[in-house]
């Protein structure tokens, strides 16, 4: 069963605008999530975390938001730029029961256009 | 930040045969390396966690003779894909940790294309 979800396999955004990925799960007891972006050819890259204390983290243009309750979380890109292009995965981590292993998403693909 | 490579980034074998995938941390020590597939278009699925001088936990429904693990040393973990057949071909991805608590900590090598003839 895919306990980490991402729906969208792919998103268009116009330059300048706000990109929403969107991720879902279900193993409540996840604890800590992770967006990483990927180039084709290359390994995942880690971008921005959260944990779930939390409900918001931000780091210059990027903010992650957890919604618990809903078991959701969404990566937003503001402003978006053409080198934003990539896959974007997220991942959670049962962090106190499993250490460091990771759950990915599928995945969604970002295309940024001029 | 932290580097990890893999060897080879692709490679072709026939039917059969065995292969060995490299992974190494160039700048630091891990103390625990994690093995990665990823089908086109799905998800990373996580093979096995291996720690140095152990032997690897593998994930449910992951062959554990025919994906071979060895973390010989702090720095190299390889992963041997025996009698490799056509539905073995994928992104095979490592990933290595000096503080695998730390999910942030986890850094991934290129990944390594493997095409079974």
């Known amino acids: 069963d895919q306990q980490v979800k991402q729906n969208s396999p792919s998103l268009s955004v116009q330059e300048g605008r706000i990109s929403i990925l969107n991720c879902d799960y279900t193993n409540s007891m996840f604890d800590y999530f992770l967006w990483y972006k990927k180039y084709p050819a290359e390994g995942p890259t880690f971008l921005i975390s959260i944990s779930s204390i939390k409900d918001k983290n931000e780091d210059g243009r990027f903010t992650v938001f957890l919604n618990k309750s809903a078991k959701h979380l969404s990566l937003h890109i503001v402003p978006s730029q053409p080198g934003d292009s990539a896959v974007y995965f997220c991942a959670a981590s049962d962090a106190y029961n499993q250490g460091g292993k990771l759950i990915f998403g599928q995945g969604t693909e970002l295309s940024v256009k001029p | 930040g932290a580097v990890v490579s893999q060897h080879p980034s692709r490679v072709i074998c026939k039917s059969g045969t065995s292969v060995k995938i490299e992974c190494r941390s160039l700048d630091f020590q891990a103390t625990t390396m994690f093995w990665y597939r990823q089908f086109p278009k799905k998800s990373l699925m996580l093979m096995a966690t291996?720690?140095?001088?152990?032997?690897?936990?593998?994930e449910q429904g992951v062959e554990k003779d025919k994906f071979l693990i060895n973390h010989a040393s702090l720095t190299l973990s390889t992963l041997t894909v025996t009698s490799a057949h056509p539905e073995d071909s994928s992104f095979y991805i490592c990933s290595a940790s000096d503080s695998p608590g730390l999910s942030e900590t986890q850094y991934f090598g290129p990944g390594t294309r493997l095409l079974v003839l």
């Open positions: 291996s720690n140095e001088g152990s032997k690897a936990t593998y």
